[in-house]
């Protein structure tokens, strides 16, 4: 197993930077900030009551913005799901497609996933392979704040791929959002300590390539796509859903102080004191990962949280008073 910090922050910044726009099948394409790519009608081999068009990104430069011709209708204060299927054979762990909604077709799409906005991996970011004859389906939620129409956009990111997409829709969540499962253990205990006994001594560092960090597992480059996991609950912590289509860097974090209501942590704290330690709660964390995907490579991320007796927003206040203590 290979613990390593936490090293890169990733951040999209989309500029009003574009391309002359095509359109085919309703789909419109805006290339922005140096994305290259094409939008086309070559659907041969998809099924025709699905596929209407074929998008495909040439370089790993930019965005994608692909912007539906109709307008729907939308009252304030109403959500609407949004479904768009798609499906692709080539796309890596490096491609994100986002579906959003905006009051003008002309506007920028947000990129930020709100917290009513069907923010599961499966249904808002990465993109899935399918088999041959297989569709996905991408959906987001939106609300709308006043009246008036909204247009739909599928927003691309990353390496080179080719996706098929049909005919988005419109539709009421009330009738039509899924309730989710919750989160099983596919391990216990000891089955987990049995398979880490056969797996390899592991390694993990940072190293400089032409003057940029590049995380090292075994010595062998890797992407930095790190599943965030929350905690392994009933309710969060999917690590193996992201095993299952490759990703197992994942994060695990673990508190030293008050954590209390801590959903991300779900542990009791690390650091009791002065000279004090319960160390035994990060392999508790671990472990809970560990039964959901005991190939996983962990990133160990301590939280560094005031005490429940000082509060949680006393910021200096709170770390110059710990030190006093000795904590």
Not at 57 to 70: A, C, F, R, S, V
Request: charged fraction near 20%; include cysteine; proline fraction near 6%.
């Amino acid at each position: 197993m290979s613990i390593v910090k936490p090293f890169v922050v990733a951040a999209f910044l989309a500029a009003c930077v574009y391309e002359p726009a095509v359109a085919f099948g309703q789909w419109r394409l805006v290339l922005r900030d140096g994305a290259t790519g094409t939008l086309d009608q070559q659907t041969d081999g998809q099924p025709p009551e699905v596929a209407c068009c074929r998008v495909v990104k040439t370089n790993g430069l930019g965005m994608m913005d692909l912007i539906w011709k109709e307008p729907s209708a939308g009252k304030a204060d109403k959500t609407y799901l949004l479904k768009v299927p798609y499906r692709t054979e080539d796309a890596s762990v490096a491609n994100l497609l986002l579906l959003r909604a905006t009051n003008q077709p002309e506007d920028l799409p947000s990129l930020k996933a709100t917290a009513d906005a069907f923010a599961v991996w499966t249904g808002q970011s990465l993109v899935r392979n399918a088999p041959p004859g297989q569709w996905d389906t991408r959906m987001a939620s939106w609300r709308a704040e006043q009246e008036g129409p909204f247009t739909l956009h599928l927003v691309g990111y990353g390496n080179p791929c080719t996706i098929w997409l049909g005919t988005p829709t419109v539709e009421n969540p009330r009738t039509v959002r899924p309730t989710f499962r919750d989160y099983a253990d596919l391990h216990d205990e000891s089955e987990v300590r049995a398979i880490l006994n056969q797996r390899l001594p592991g390694s993990a560092r940072i190293a400089s390539h032409l003057g940029r960090p590049t995380l090292l597992i075994n010595e062998q480059p890797v992407l930095p796509t790190v599943y965030k996991g929350v905690n392994a609950t009933r309710e969060y912590g999917d690590y193996a859903a992201f095993a299952a289509h490759g990703v197992h860097l994942a994060n695990v974090a673990v508190a030293t102080g008050d954590t209390t209501g801590h959903r991300q942590c779900n542990t009791d704290a690390v650091w009791l004191g002065k000279d004090r330690f319960a160390l035994e709660q990060n392999d508790t964390a671990l472990l809970r990962a560990l039964r959901r995907n005991p190939q996983a490579q962990v990133i160990l991320d301590i939280r560094i949280d005031p005490y429940k007796d000082r509060g949680r927003k006393r910021g200096q206040a709170s770390f110059r008073w710990l030190s006093a203590q000795g904590r």
